[in-house]
């Protein structure tokens, strides 16, 4: 099957999952924010930064290796090797991420009150610590199936997943609600930890019928798997932590900062969960249609390069890109015209309302951003994504200690824009000057 077909059937197949997990997804916020409220969403949204961190850890730089060295494999004709790849891949992470379970469980207090500057987060984190071992693993076999360009199953795995999660916190809902319970966040992160499980034994059930999936590795060969997987995912689990460690300090000093404009704790946390939980949700909606694509470029784009064809590459991006700044113009106009009126009628919230028409803005280089990082990365170039997702991490921060003690949350939806302006640019640069180099190898 050529590129294009390759990249074209497995977005379909994943846009189709992600649309449908985001409808899903909207209405369960909706839920989620009538009952815990904007306070209790706020809350709720402290503790991913340190589930993100957690995850670039264990399990991103590893399941793109995974991805990679499975399509490798799989390329020159040897399944069993690429099964073996998988199965060394999850006895790394989840040697990592029992690891990190533990740690967070023990320093649950630690992390709340020191890092997160919020007590109630305690509980939170002990629970949030008993997904990690099941997210990682489930993210692991996700990428072995990137990487045999199947991902019918990765597409099943997010609606079981987010369908699990919903069901769960229902069902706690009408149980805590019967016996007269007190209904806190805990029930949504409860419902994240038994989606995870729901999605990983179905990905573990598909695998087992996998060919070649139950071939024995001799230890030298699993010691061979083990340093080509950390070879290829040491640069960009150290890229990606130090990303997330700076997108979590950035959580944590955003309450902070409208504490200094003048709000007191449980409004700062309310405006925060409003934007986290509430508007950024509906700009990151088409992102289920740029986030198939990127998915299925990056072991694609591998695979055009080693085999030469630039030119077909070539032709595939300038594609993508033009498709993802089309897509981007017209939620653009989309949310300038609706913001208003999505946040009163979804949320109730005329603040959400407004975030989504700022934040309308960033659609354009927010879309493209997502496709380009995977191209560069698929093409080797994870230094550029690295330092351009830290220099615009930068400028988010510089925003959020120069802007939003002054004018509000509304300074770091401007720093939002310009590090998304500068992302793009920057990455858009360096791309052309990629490509023109291995042009001119290639010709040479």
Same mark, same amino acid.
């Given at each position: 099957?050529?590129?294009?077909? $390759?990249?074209?059937?497995?977005?379909? #197949?994943?846009?189709?999952?992600? =649309?449908?997990?985001?409808?899903?997804?909207?209405?369960? !916020?909706?839920?989620?924010? /009538?009952?815990?409220?904007?306070?209790?969403?706020?809350?709720?949204?402290?503790?991913?930064?340190?589930?993100?961190?957690?995850?670039?850890?264990?399990?991103?730089?590893?399941?793109?290796? =995974? @991805?990679?060295?499975?399509?490798?494999?799989?390329? $020159?004709?040897?399944?069993?090797?690429?099964?073996?790849?998988? !199965?060394?891949?999850?006895?790394?992470?989840?040697?990592? @991420?029992?690891?990190?379970?533990?740690?967070?469980?023990?320093?649950?207090?630690? #992390?709340?009150?020191?890092?997160?500057?919020?007590?109630?987060? $305690?509980?939170?984190?002990?629970?949030?610590?008993?997904?990690?071992?099941?997210?990682?693993?489930?993210?692991?076999?996700?990428? +072995?199936?990137?990487? $045999?360009?199947?991902?019918?199953?990765?597409?099943?795995?997010?609606?079981? *997943?987010?369908?699990?999660?919903?069901?769960?916190?229902?069902?706690?809902?009408?149980?805590?609600?019967?016996?007269?319970?007190?209904?806190?966040?805990?029930?949504?992160?409860?419902? #994240?930890?038994?989606?995870?499980?729901?999605?990983?034994?179905?990905?573990?059930?598909?695998?087992?019928?996998?060919?070649?999936?139950?071939?024995?590795?001799?230890?030298?060969?699993?010691?061979?798997?083990?340093? *080509?997987?950390?070879?290829?995912?040491?640069?960009?689990?150290?890229?990606?932590?130090?990303? /997330?460690?700076?997108? @979590?300090? *950035?959580?944590?000093?955003?309450?902070?900062?409208?504490?200094?404009?003048?709000?007191?704790?449980?409004?700062?946390? @309310?405006?925060?969960?409003?934007?986290?939980?509430?508007?950024?949700?509906?700009?990151?909606?088409?992102?289920?249609?740029?986030?198939?694509?990127?998915?299925?470029?990056?072991?694609?784009?591998?695979?055009?390069?080693?085999?030469?064809?630039?030119?077909?590459?070539?032709?595939?991006?300038?594609?993508?890109?033009?498709?993802?700044?089309?897509?981007?113009?017209?939620?653009?106009?989309?949310?300038?015209?609706?913001?208003?009126?999505?946040?009163?009628?979804?949320?109730?919230?005329?603040?959400?309302?407004?975030?989504?028409?700022?934040?309308?803005?960033?659609?354009?280089?927010?879309? #493209?951003?997502?496709?380009?990082?995977?191209?560069?990365?698929?093409?080797?170039?994870? /230094?550029?994504?690295?330092?351009?997702?830290?220099?615009?991490?930068?400028?988010?921060?510089?925003?959020?200690?120069?802007?939003?003690?002054?004018?509000?949350?509304?300074? +770091?939806?401007?720093?939002?824009?310009?590090?998304?302006?500068?992302?793009?640019?920057?990455?858009?640069?360096?791309? !052309? /000057?990629?490509?023109?180099?291995?042009?001119?190898?290639?010709?040479?």
């Amino acid at each position: 099957m050529n590129l294009k077909n $390759v990249i074209l059937r497995g977005t379909l #197949l994943l846009t189709i999952a992600g =649309i449908l997990s985001r409808i899903m997804g909207f209405f369960y !916020r909706i839920f989620l924010a /009538n009952t815990i409220g904007a306070e209790g969403m706020g809350i709720y949204q402290l503790i991913f930064p340190i589930y993100s961190v957690c995850f670039s850890l264990c399990a991103s730089g590893i399941e793109t290796a =995974i @991805s990679k060295l499975t399509a490798e494999k799989y390329a $020159v004709g040897k399944p069993a090797e690429a099964s073996g790849v998988l !199965r060394t891949g999850l006895f790394l992470t989840l040697t990592l @991420s029992v690891s990190c379970s533990l740690l967070i469980y023990n320093y649950a207090e630690v #992390l709340a009150e020191v890092f997160l500057k919020e007590s109630r987060c $305690v509980g939170l984190l002990r629970i949030l610590s008993v997904t990690i071992p099941f997210g990682t693993a489930q993210s692991c076999i996700c990428g +072995y199936y990137f990487g $045999v360009h199947k991902a019918g199953v990765p597409a099943c795995a997010q609606l079981i *997943e987010q369908g699990f999660r919903i069901g769960c916190v229902f069902f706690l809902f009408h149980l805590y609600q019967t016996n007269g319970m007190n209904i806190s966040p805990a029930i949504a992160v409860i419902g #994240l930890v038994f989606g995870e499980v729901c999605a990983l034994l179905f990905t573990i059930t598909c695998f087992s019928f996998q060919p070649k999936s139950r071939v024995s590795i001799p230890f030298t060969k699993a010691f061979s798997n083990s340093k *080509e997987i950390l070879t290829l995912a040491a640069p960009l689990t150290v890229s990606r932590i130090c990303i /997330n460690l700076l997108a @979590s300090l *950035e959580a944590a000093l955003i309450p902070n900062a409208l504490k200094a404009y003048g709000m007191d704790s449980g409004t700062a946390l @309310s405006v925060y969960g409003i934007l986290n939980g509430m508007a950024l949700p509906f700009i990151l909606f088409p992102n289920a249609l740029t986030g198939s694509i990127s998915l299925m470029l990056l072991p694609a784009v591998s695979e055009s390069q080693a085999s030469g064809h630039l030119d077909s590459l070539k032709a595939t991006v300038k594609r993508t890109f033009s498709f993802c700044i089309l897509l981007g113009c017209i939620c653009l106009l989309f949310f300038l015209v609706f913001g208003n009126f999505l946040g009163e009628f979804i949320f109730s919230s005329a603040l959400a309302g407004d975030f989504i028409t700022v934040l309308a803005w960033i659609c354009p280089f927010l879309y #493209l951003n997502t496709t380009l990082n995977s191209v560069l990365n698929g093409l080797g170039k994870t /230094n550029i994504t690295f330092f351009n997702g830290i220099l615009g991490l930068f400028i988010r921060i510089g925003f959020i200690f120069l802007a939003v003690p002054k004018i509000g949350i509304h300074g +770091y939806l401007f720093g939002l824009l310009a590090s998304q302006l500068f992302i793009t640019s920057s990455g858009c640069l360096f791309l !052309r /000057n990629t490509l023109q180099k291995a042009q001119t190898a290639s010709r040479g």
